[in-house]
């Protein structure tokens, strides 16, 4: 079989299998809407669009207390 490294420019991550099925239950709640509306297909593009979400709310939280 074939190398099973993610693609590059990607990384791989572990979580507690808790935390996989809440995001993948979540993921099943709202998937057409965010293939029609966001364009997003797939679980890897839920779970990185929503990981995004949380690192930019914390960024904003982080420059809003320096300010």
Known sequence: ????TPKKGYKSI???AEVYNYFFKEW????QEYIIKKGIHSF????TYELSKLMNEEKK???????
């Open 14 to 16: 572990t979580v507690k």
């Open 61 to 67: 939280s982080n420059n809003e207390e320096l300010g």
């Open 1 to 4: 079989m074939g190398n099973k």
């Open 28 to 31: 099943l709640k709202v998937k």
């Open 44 to 47: 890897s593009a839920y779970a």
